[in-house]
């Protein structure tokens, strides 16, 4: 059946059903003119919203529906999670073409369920809307936090260590693969852990909670443009350069495998792992600063976390520079995914 | 110049610049991960989400990006005006090709901040991306309510009255005389009064909030899809029926002037003023509900509003029913804008 026969009613009925909620705090779910929810005092409110739009964020012939409603939401906790806060409820507004099944709307919000419900995040209200040609997704994911836990992208001081969770570029490797179309072929376990991670990214929400309530962190980012464009942001908003060494970007096992000679991709610029790290964008790991007598403290209490950190750089007064093997630094002026330059 | 030679980061900029906020309960507005504000101890945070698609909710043809701006954050202040809430705070998520030029963005977004100030409501966040080739616009709205005074869809009651603000239809003529193609013949300001009351239409934000903090609505939604459409969820969600009297219907004089026969519209059907206020919808009057022993309460201490209200029909068991100037009840089963339905 096609969304046009179900019609605009028995879609939210079905999105009602999916989101049904018994949080004691959701005074008013999905269903009247606004969701109301209590909150617990002391806290602040934290608010931000992402899009996905077809054709530009993602391709349908590359992720499953349900893939892309676990995507939607996680890149949405990324950012709660580089504030170091608590994710609480989302609102999940979709614009979609009557001429879509059913049964891909079901599964689209079966994952969106499914990301949300594993870090207890809420569906509180929404939006559904056609549209004349392009799915688009737009969540709008509200959390708190102690204000006194809070980290932003301002707040790195010269002399802070620059860190990351996890390992950069594999998303846009994973994408890179897929372009190709060679990502069917069974040729090993490496390809598809960079398509995974490109098609459902983790956000680092135990991550960035941990750095914020043990106030390890000056700054902090996630990293959803690459690492050349984000280590920009916190530069900017802190006033500050850095140097970022080359030889300390975390690369993962898979990515290194990586350019095969059995891919070929339009965009050979791209293919080198450095390159992917620096620019590829969509790995939602977490870039923060840690001021130099903190290090070690870190490092001590990191060891029972599940994901590794990697120090990748440190914070100076100005010029934002790659420092590469021999120790030569180079300005780092190319930018990550900019959406409106050619 | 195009947003494809401005970049996004000079697209952030402008957003940021034109949306700078002062207000002491934002602890973090845009520019960083999220937004994060203070609330007040005792309130209900609402919110509610909803979007503007281009070839779907408007054509660029007839609406300019000023008046863009203002709707897509009226729109939004409808909902929480039907709450009976208080709006605070707004996220904008916008897609856009990047052909657009940036004075269209400006004019866009200086709409939005205009439609936002005037209601003391703050953009503190948001997202823009580009897209293939539709402009969507997407808002959230956050906003405070008072447990004790909220008014939801449910809670109307066999025998309350039923009022509407204002008028209805004016919306749907006007766009109706803009698909004409006659509209920019100066033939009289009654023409420009509808496609205002469309391109513009106001959120009913002090009427909604009277009748919550003076307990006279026992239920209450904004008419957005139309009278037909939005009384059937008053009364689903009630669990309740309807009789509506076709002869109370306010109809404007504007709209009494309609159908001109000088006027060819594609949509005969919808060419009289009765189906304009029953199908016509994006009106935003509050449609609400006021137990019998209230109504001469709600009378009296109407009289200072500006916009009047008119009583419209009566709670009943069940049925939802149009009832004919000759008294006789006919089923009020066609519905208004259904988005995925032909």
New interface residues.
């Given amino acids: 059946m096609k969304?046009?026969q179900?019609?605009?009613?028995g879609?939210i009925k079905n999105a009602r059903d999916i989101f049904k909620s018994l949080n004691e705090n959701i005074?008013?779910g999905i269903?009247?003119?606004?969701?109301?929810?209590?909150?617990r005092?002391d806290f602040?409110?934290?608010?931000?919203?992402?899009?996905l739009?077809?054709?530009?964020?993602f391709k349908l012939k590359y992720i499953s529906p349900y893939q892309l409603g676990v995507k939607s939401i996680n890149i949405n906790l990324s950012?709660?999670a580089?504030?170091g806060?608590i994710p609480l409820?989302a609102?999940?507004?979709i614009?979609v073409p009557?001429s879509f099944f059913v049964k891909f709307m079901d599964e689209f919000l079966r994952g969106v369920k499914q990301g949300a419900q594993k870090y207890k995040v809420s569906v509180?209200?929404?939006?559904?809307?056609?549209?004349?040609?392009?799915f688009?997704i737009?969540i709008?994911l509200?959390?708190e936090?102690e204000?006194k836990y809070?980290v932003?992208?301002?707040g790195a001081k010269a002399g802070d260590k620059i860190f990351v969770t996890g390992c950069l570029g594999d998303s846009a490797a994973g994408l890179e693969i897929l372009k190709s179309g060679q990502w069917s072929v069974v040729s090993g376990r490496w390809k598809k852990k960079l398509i995974d991670r490109h098609l459902m990214p983790t956000p680092r929400l135990e991550e960035g909670r941990f750095l914020a309530t043990r106030r390890l962190a000056t700054s902090?980012?996630?990293i959803s443009d690459g690492l050349a464009s984000d280590i920009r942001r916190i530069c900017e908003?802190s006033k500050v350069g850095a140097n970022i060494f080359t030889k300390n970007i975390p690369i993962s096992k898979e990515l290194k495998y990586f350019p095969s000679p059995q891919l070929r991709t339009p965009n050979s610029e791209l293919r080198t792992s450095l390159n992917f790290a620096l620019y590829g964008g969509e790995d939602y790991e977490l870039l923060f600063t840690v001021k130099p007598e903190k290090v070690g403290k870190l490092k001590s209490l990191w060891e029972d976390m599940k994901i590794p950190i990697t120090m990748i750089g440190e914070i100076t007064k100005r010029g934002v520079n790659l420092v590469n093997t021999d120790g030569k630094a180079i300005p780092l002026t190319k930018?990550g995914y900019?959406?409106?330059?050619?």
């Fill in positions: 969304l046009s179900l019609g605009e009613f879609l005074v008013v269903g009247d003119d606004c969701a109301a929810i209590k909150l005092k602040l409110l934290i608010a931000t919203t992402d899009a739009i077809e054709g530009i964020h950012d709660i580089a504030m806060g409820y609102l999940l507004s614009a009557p509180i209200g929404g939006n559904i809307s056609s549209s004349k040609s392009e688009s737009n709008t509200l959390g936090i204000k809070m932003l992208r301002k902090m980012i996630d908003e930018e900019n959406h409106f330059k050619g």
